[in-house]
């Protein structure tokens, strides 16, 4: 798929009614989201269905070519669709059990971020989050992870899902005091958010 291509996503209301929206691919790009989220694909959907969770988005011969997962942006808003070969090796695991458990859990610390100069600053941290316990803060500049130059989402995310789990993650941030080494012993997010009730 490519951008320019005609879609439609075929969503459930909160009401129950079938929601059908034709549309076309606008992008096809890499995503990362603030909440240590990232696809090395996605599809930009254009217009977005406002029955979007879980929507299958399909292709003009009626293939199921992704999954609708998220809404983007301020009006008008565009969907983001996850390409459906994201779930076909994992696919029996995510019906059995409503996760892929055949691959470790990525390291998880409860980040919420967003562009600064020079690193990547803290917005917000999980309650529940390691991070937050380690005594990260909003406002801090993430730098370093483990040693490792990061300047954006994407560099800490590959940075961080390198980590092993059973192993403290050292994040350099920066401070208006100056630079400050902090030990986060990172998590399975799915110990505090299951995603089914497998």
């Known amino acids: 798929m490519t951008a320019g291509a005609v879609t439609g996503t075929v969503g459930v209301s909160d009401d129950g009614d079938l929601v059908a929206t034709p549309s076309r691919i606008q992008s096809v790009r890499p995503f990362a989201a ?10 930009i959907v254009t217009p977005y269905n406002p029955a979007f969770g879980g929507a299958p988005l399909v292709d003009a011969a009626g293939r199921v070519i ?14 983001l669709a996850i390409p459906i070969e994201k779930f076909l090796a994992g696919k029996d695991e995510l019906l059995a059990r409503g996760r892929v458990t055949s ?7 409860g980040l919420y971020t967003e562009a600064a100069s020079g690193g990547v600053a803290v917005s917000a ?3 529940l989050g390691p991070a937050r316990a380690a005594g990260l803060r909003p406002g801090d500049v993430i730098v370093q992870v483990n040693g490792r130059q990061v300047a954006t989402r994407e560099e800490l995310y590959r940075a ?7 192993q403290d993650v050292q994040v350099t941030v ?6 400050a080494a902090i030990a986060v012993r990172p998590v399975d997010r799915y110990r505090f958010y299951r995603t089914s009730g497998k």
Do not use: K
């Not at 603030?34 to 599809?43: G, P, S, T």
């Not at 609708?68 to 808003?77: C, V």
């Not at 961080?160 to 059973?166: C, H, K, R, T, V």
């Open 174 to 179: 920066r401070r208006p005091g100056g630079l």
């Open 66 to 79: 992704g999954v609708t997962s998220l809404r983007l942006g301020e009006s008008p808003r565009v969907n």
């Open 160 to 166: 961080l899902w390198q980590s092993p789990m059973d």
């Open 34 to 43: 603030v909440w240590e989220y990232m696809l090395d694909r996605a599809f």
């Open 103 to 109: 691959r470790a859990p990525r390291p998880w610390l």
């Open 125 to 127: 941290l999980s309650p």
